[in-house]
């Protein structure tokens, strides 16, 4: 299996690959065999999900080859490994397969200098490698030795160099000896293999402690983000690299990086500090450093896992790129039905933005080839974007601009305006990083719309549950309150309801059904209608109570109600109560005593289907205020419900009853931060 893994990264030209495996009935690639690059590059990668936005395992699912021809293409298509290995390589992924059965993929990495496609010869020596690679696997399996998942995937060696005879070596060591500075030599680890007496003497260190070290972790003060970096840049593009670093005091030393197969040469001078200094204020900016980009692009990972919808993207994404990219303003739009949908946006004037707001899509609209393509658009001058879009006029009084397209399912579905008040040269490096942020706001965007697509429907349908308007009963005063849930998409299971049985008598009904979800909602529905239909007919509340009941057992939906029912007889200034399982009410009497009516609780409904329902019977003269509320209103955690029952019963005290719209916001405002959806509904009868 090792030789056919380096056989085929040989035959393709390739510098490194990785072999995934797939287990019977698993669904997620696992790394096996590792070849030409460090194992901890690719760690982050060791399992990826069939359905997880990756090259392999798209390669895997659909059955075909991947191909990502440089950093913006990756960056464009696939931003979380961009994000993390931000630096100029070409990738190969493929299904690695036995007759019809997937075994498992390949995936094979090429320097940033590739060609920017795959030849015939080399697409050839994929497939046939990667149908030896499969035979290999199945024939292992067959044997009852199959290439399973382990907690270290196998590392293969680089090729072994040329072996030397004393006399070259000699002269080898005598050429490096003279040469001005020192030198080193990294494996493909990372660790230091040679150095000589210059450069062990430029770092300050003893040559025998350095060997067989990582830099960074033998020499403190080259632990700062951009030496591993650029180790790794040269690791993976295969690309020279250069930088400079401090030695304290005050010692600048400068590093050059040359890699190959078998790792990495570098050649250590002295710097001049005045050579390193920043350029002319004339010259275009270079833009932020990558490490200062990549602290902000994870930073923004992290939060935009937080954004719940399409507003909280923006100005999550806002608070993050602007500073860290040193643009001055943003734009998130997107397309809708051939128009120009703008989401959200940071420094502009609104005046400027909202004039393109619902516009028709067209070819003289910057960005809208983004918008189409998926493609981005870098503008380091307004002649640049007056050329792309001849019919733009300069009113937004910026200097650069990047229109950066927002993928999701491989698919654009919006595009990311960031614009500059100074001249912005936007890097091929920058340019991929930029591109890699966007796809992490695109993914995050799907998922608001998705959430805010959801959240309106609750919302309909809630407010389709609950009563639109409560009728009006003649002697009969009522407030009534709903609010959501703070966490979930804000619908519930709470309700309230106010039945018109005849001119003096009426129903009120309040519940609470189990979850927050919307199955919760639609039984809540079933209940009230039931509450309604059994109350309707002049059913005791007791009847209600137990008729509901009937009907929740029949529909056995694993859901239990709470529920209360009083009969309100205005008339004679009484009322009968029956509950399941609900908390009390209580009654402010009209001197302003408060109390908590002693009434005996039965089952929940949905539980038992012949359940008796005890009932209270008590006076309702005017002036008092009858509340009946969800347990939302009370509980809280870490609080006494008896505690909280009696501070409730404070604040109704002291209330004004001749306003209970009042009495009710300020019971509402009053509650604990909503865990559970609150109802409330307030009743006071008159002469």
């Not at 001058?381 to 650069?400: C, I, K, N, Q």
């Not at 409904?605 to 347990?631: H, Q, S």
Request: with cysteine; aromatic share 6%.
């Amino acid at each position: 299996m090792d030789a056919a893994m380096a056989a085929v990264v040989r035959e393709t030209g390739a510098f490194g690959g990785l072999l995934y495996v797939l287990p019977p009935g698993d669904d997620a690639l696992w790394l096996a065999i590792v070849a030409g690059t460090p194992h901890e590059f690719v760690a982050p990668w060791r399992r990826i999900a069939l359905s997880d936005p990756m090259p392999v395992a798209d390669a895997v699912r659909e059955r075909r080859l991947v191909w990502i021809g440089g950093q913006e293409e990756m960056a464009r298509r696939y931003p979380r490994p961009a994000l993390v290995l931000p630096y100029d390589f070409a990738m190969a992924a493929a299904p690695v397969a036995s007759g019809t059965a997937l075994q498992g993929g390949l995936v094979l990495l090429w320097p940033g200098a590739h060609p920017p496609q795959l030849s015939r010869r080399v697409r050839d020596a994929i497939e046939t490698g990667c149908r030896h690679l499969g035979n290999l696997l199945r024939q292992a399996a067959d044997r009852g030795d199959p290439l399973l998942p382990s907690a270290r995937p196998r590392t293969l060696p680089p090729p072994a160099g040329r072996l030397l005879s004393p006399a070259e070596a000699a002269a080898i060591t005598a050429f490096v000896d003279r040469l001005p500075g020192g030198s080193c030599a990294l494996d493909t680890n990372g660790r230091i293999t040679f150095i000589t007496p210059a450069a062990a003497e430029l770092v300050g260190a003893d040559q025998a402690e350095l060997v067989g070290a990582l830099p960074w972790e033998a020499l403190p003060w080259m632990d700062v983000p951009q030496v591993e970096d650029r180790y790794r840049a040269a690791m993976v593009s295969r690309r020279p690299q250069a930088f400079t670093v401090l030695r304290p005091p005050d010692t600048w030393l400068s590093f050059e990086l040359y890699p190959d197969r078998s790792g990495i040469s570098v050649r250590i001078t002295g710097a001049d500090p005045s050579e390193t200094a920043p350029a002319s204020p004339a010259a275009p900016a270079a833009g932020p450093s990558r490490a200062t980009l990549l602290y902000h692009l994870m930073h923004l990972a992290a939060t935009l896992t937080e954004a719940v919808g399409v507003q909280d993207v923006v100005e999550q994404s806002a608070d993050q790129l602007l500073p860290a990219l040193g643009a001055q303003a943003m734009v998130l739009m997107t397309a809708e039905n051939g128009r120009l949908k703008i989401r959200g946006h940071r420094g502009y004037r609104a005046a400027v933005v909202d004039r393109f707001d619902a516009v028709t899509l067209s070819s003289d609209i910057p960005g809208s080839k983004v918008l189409t393509t998926g493609v981005p658009d870098f503008f380091a001058t307004f002649a640049e974007l007056r050329h792309a879009y001849p019919s733009t006029v300069h009113e937004d009084g910026m200097a650069s601009w990047a229109f950066l397209p927002l993928i999701a399912s491989n698919r654009p579905i919006g595009c990311l305006l960031l614009a500059y008040s100074r001249p912005h040269a936007f890097p091929p490096g920058e340019r991929a990083v930029l591109t890699s942020l966007a796809g992490l706001v695109g993914q995050a965007l799907d998922r608001a719309r998705l959430y805010d697509a959801k959240h309106h429907l609750v919302h309909r349908l809630q407010s389709a549950l609950l009563p639109h308007t409560l009728p009006r009963i003649p002697g009969l005063k009522v407030a009534a309150r709903y609010l959501p849930a703070t966490r979930g998409l804000g619908i519930g299971g709470d309700f309230y309801d106010l039945i018109h049985l005849d001119e003096r008598t009426a129903g009120a009904a309040i519940g609470d059904v189990q979850g927050h979800n919307v199955d919760a909602a639609a039984l809540m529905g079933q209940v009230r209608t039931a509450v309604h239909a059994h109350a309707a007919v002049g059913a005791s509340p007791a009847d209600v109570l137990a008729g509901t009941n009937r009907l929740l057992t029949d529909l056995d939906p694993g859901l239990f109600t709470s529920c209360l029912y009083v009969h309100l007889d205005l008339a004679a200034h009484r009322a009968c109560l029956a509950t399941a399982g609900h908390p009390p009410p209580l009654l402010r009497h009209a001197d302003g005593r408060t109390q908590l009516l002693p009434v005996s609780p039965g089952l929940l409904l949905g539980i038992e289907t012949d359940t008796r329902y005890p009932t209270l019977e008590f006076p309702l003269p005017p002036g008092c205020v009858l509340v009946l509320y969800t347990d939302g209103l009370v509980e809280a955690p870490g609080t006494d419900i008896d505690d909280a029952t009696a501070a409730l019963a404070g604040l109704v005290e002291h209330a004004d009853p001749a306003d209970l719209g009042a009495m009710a916001d300020l019971l509402i405002r009053r509650a604990p931060t909503p865990g559970d959806d609150i109802a409330l509904l307030l009743l006071s009868p008159g002469e």
